[in-house]
Protein backbone atom coordinates (compact mmCIF):
# COMPACT_ATOMS: atom_id res chain seq x y z
CA UNK A 1 0.00 0.00 0.00
CA UNK A 2 1.63 3.40 -1.10
CA UNK A 3 0.31 7.02 -0.72
CA UNK A 4 0.28 8.84 -4.35
CA UNK A 5 -0.07 12.58 -4.04
CA UNK A 6 -2.75 14.65 -6.31
CA UNK A 7 -0.94 18.05 -5.75
CA UNK A 8 -3.17 19.75 -8.31
CA UNK A 9 -6.06 19.09 -6.31
CA UNK A 10 -4.89 19.03 -3.49
CA UNK A 11 -5.69 15.09 -2.63
CA UNK A 12 -3.83 11.55 -2.11
CA UNK A 13 -4.88 8.14 -2.56
CA UNK A 14 -4.09 4.55 -1.92
CA UNK A 15 -2.53 2.61 -4.70
CA UNK A 16 -2.34 -1.06 -4.16
CA UNK A 17 1.22 -2.73 -4.07
CA UNK A 18 0.62 -3.56 -7.90
CA UNK A 19 -0.41 0.36 -9.11
CA UNK A 20 2.38 2.50 -10.52
CA UNK A 21 1.22 6.41 -10.56
CA UNK A 22 3.54 8.18 -13.08
CA UNK A 23 3.13 11.47 -14.05
CA UNK A 24 5.19 11.73 -17.08
CA UNK A 25 4.91 15.75 -17.17
CA UNK A 26 5.30 17.69 -20.07
CA UNK A 27 6.78 16.26 -23.35
CA UNK A 28 7.64 17.76 -26.53
CA UNK A 29 5.66 15.08 -28.72
CA UNK A 30 2.65 13.43 -27.12
CA UNK A 31 2.90 10.95 -30.10
CA UNK A 32 6.60 9.39 -29.48
CA UNK A 33 5.75 9.35 -25.98
CA UNK A 34 2.93 6.83 -26.55
CA UNK A 35 4.52 5.26 -28.81
CA UNK A 36 7.59 4.47 -26.68
CA UNK A 37 5.55 3.32 -24.10
CA UNK A 38 3.31 1.00 -26.35
CA UNK A 39 6.61 -0.16 -27.16
CA UNK A 40 8.04 -0.70 -23.96
CA UNK A 41 4.71 -2.63 -22.28
CA UNK A 42 4.25 -4.85 -26.20
CA UNK A 43 1.05 -3.14 -26.06
CA UNK A 44 -0.61 -2.30 -29.46
CA UNK A 45 -2.77 0.56 -28.87
CA UNK A 46 -3.82 3.30 -31.70
CA UNK A 47 -1.16 6.38 -31.99
CA UNK A 48 -2.76 9.60 -30.75
CA UNK A 49 -4.38 12.79 -32.53
CA UNK A 50 -2.12 14.79 -33.63
CA UNK A 51 -4.15 17.40 -31.62
CA UNK A 52 -4.05 15.87 -28.54
CA UNK A 53 -3.14 18.08 -25.61
CA UNK A 54 -2.45 15.44 -23.13
CA UNK A 55 -3.11 11.70 -22.76
CA UNK A 56 -3.67 8.87 -19.73
CA UNK A 57 -2.69 5.26 -20.63
CA UNK A 58 -3.23 1.80 -18.80
CA UNK A 59 -0.75 -0.32 -19.35
CA UNK A 60 -0.41 -4.16 -17.63
CA UNK A 61 2.58 -5.48 -17.16
CA UNK A 62 2.16 -8.96 -16.02
CA UNK A 63 0.23 -8.14 -12.28
CA UNK A 64 1.43 -4.80 -12.65
CA UNK A 65 -1.42 -2.30 -13.31
CA UNK A 66 0.51 0.95 -15.28
CA UNK A 67 -1.27 4.58 -15.63
CA UNK A 68 0.53 7.09 -17.48
CA UNK A 69 -0.18 10.37 -18.46
CA UNK A 70 1.70 13.44 -20.16
CA UNK A 71 0.56 17.15 -22.29
CA UNK A 72 2.10 19.21 -24.01
CA UNK A 73 3.03 22.58 -23.61
CA UNK A 74 0.42 25.23 -24.15
CA UNK A 75 2.32 28.18 -23.60
CA UNK A 76 0.23 29.25 -20.54
CA UNK A 77 0.51 27.65 -17.03
CA UNK A 78 -3.40 27.73 -16.38
CA UNK A 79 -4.15 25.79 -19.56
CA UNK A 80 -1.31 23.16 -18.81
CA UNK A 81 -2.69 22.85 -14.84
CA UNK A 82 -5.87 22.17 -16.54
CA UNK A 83 -4.66 19.11 -18.53
CA UNK A 84 -2.66 17.47 -16.02
CA UNK A 85 -5.76 17.31 -13.48
CA UNK A 86 -7.77 16.35 -16.52
CA UNK A 87 -5.35 13.57 -17.28
CA UNK A 88 -4.79 12.91 -13.57
CA UNK A 89 -8.57 12.14 -13.35
CA UNK A 90 -8.75 10.11 -15.92
CA UNK A 91 -5.82 7.83 -14.21
CA UNK A 92 -7.78 8.08 -11.07
CA UNK A 93 -10.87 6.44 -12.97
CA UNK A 94 -8.65 3.85 -14.38
CA UNK A 95 -8.00 3.17 -10.90
CA UNK A 96 -11.29 3.28 -9.15
CA UNK A 97 -10.10 6.01 -7.14
CA UNK A 98 -12.60 8.98 -7.93
CA UNK A 99 -14.36 9.06 -4.24
CA UNK A 100 -11.21 11.05 -3.15
CA UNK A 101 -12.04 13.69 -5.61
CA UNK A 102 -15.46 14.29 -4.79
CA UNK A 103 -14.88 16.24 -0.97
CA UNK A 104 -11.75 18.58 -2.76
CA UNK A 105 -14.42 18.99 -5.73
CA UNK A 106 -17.15 20.19 -3.99
CA UNK A 107 -15.27 22.61 -1.71
CA UNK A 108 -14.13 24.10 -5.07
CA UNK A 109 -17.77 24.75 -5.37
CA UNK A 110 -19.00 21.79 -7.56
CA UNK A 111 -22.64 20.65 -7.33
CA UNK A 112 -22.87 17.40 -8.28
CA UNK A 113 -22.46 13.66 -7.67
CA UNK A 114 -18.84 12.94 -9.68
CA UNK A 115 -19.91 8.89 -10.01
CA UNK A 116 -23.15 10.29 -12.05
CA UNK A 117 -20.94 12.28 -14.82
CA UNK A 118 -19.12 10.63 -18.17
CA UNK A 119 -15.45 10.13 -17.97
CA UNK A 120 -15.09 13.58 -20.19
CA UNK A 121 -17.12 15.60 -17.75
CA UNK A 122 -15.53 14.19 -14.97
CA UNK A 123 -11.74 15.35 -16.35
CA UNK A 124 -12.97 18.41 -17.39
CA UNK A 125 -15.02 19.18 -13.97
CA UNK A 126 -11.98 18.53 -12.00
CA UNK A 127 -9.57 20.60 -14.37
CA UNK A 128 -11.51 23.38 -13.60
CA UNK A 129 -11.57 22.91 -9.74
CA UNK A 130 -8.09 23.11 -10.58
CA UNK A 131 -7.90 26.22 -11.84
CA UNK A 132 -10.48 27.53 -8.91
CA UNK A 133 -8.27 26.21 -6.32
CA UNK A 134 -5.73 28.60 -7.67
CA UNK A 135 -7.50 31.59 -7.72
CA UNK A 136 -8.94 31.28 -11.15
CA UNK A 137 -12.25 32.78 -10.76
CA UNK A 138 -15.45 30.49 -12.26
CA UNK A 139 -16.39 32.95 -15.75
CA UNK A 140 -12.54 33.19 -16.46
CA UNK A 141 -11.58 29.93 -16.02
CA UNK A 142 -14.22 28.66 -18.14
CA UNK A 143 -13.96 31.58 -21.23
CA UNK A 144 -10.01 30.18 -20.61
CA UNK A 145 -11.05 26.46 -21.33
CA UNK A 146 -14.08 26.63 -23.73
CA UNK A 147 -11.28 28.85 -25.83
CA UNK A 148 -8.40 26.91 -26.35
CA UNK A 149 -9.72 23.20 -25.79
CA UNK A 150 -12.20 20.71 -26.28
CA UNK A 151 -14.25 21.82 -23.35
CA UNK A 152 -18.37 22.15 -23.90
CA UNK A 153 -19.38 25.75 -22.23
CA UNK A 154 -22.23 24.21 -20.68
CA UNK A 155 -19.18 23.26 -18.21
CA UNK A 156 -20.38 26.04 -15.43
CA UNK A 157 -23.57 24.19 -14.97
CA UNK A 158 -21.83 21.75 -12.24
CA UNK A 159 -21.01 24.32 -9.83
CA UNK A 160 -22.52 26.55 -7.19
CA UNK A 161 -19.66 29.09 -7.31
CA UNK A 162 -18.87 32.26 -9.77
ZN1 LIG B 1 -10.08 13.44 -21.50
Redesign the pocket.
Known amino acids: MKLQLFPELGCEFILQDNEFWHNDGMVSDLQQWKYRLDVHYDDNSLPLAEESTGHCSQYWWGRENHVHFAYRDLGNPLLNLFVVA??ST?GLTILNQEEVLQSELTRAGFNEDLMSLD??TK?NVSGLCALLRRGTGLVPAISLVTARLHVPDDIGMYFNCS
Do not use: N, T, Y
Request: glycine share 0%; hydrophobic share 15%.
Open positions: HEHPEA
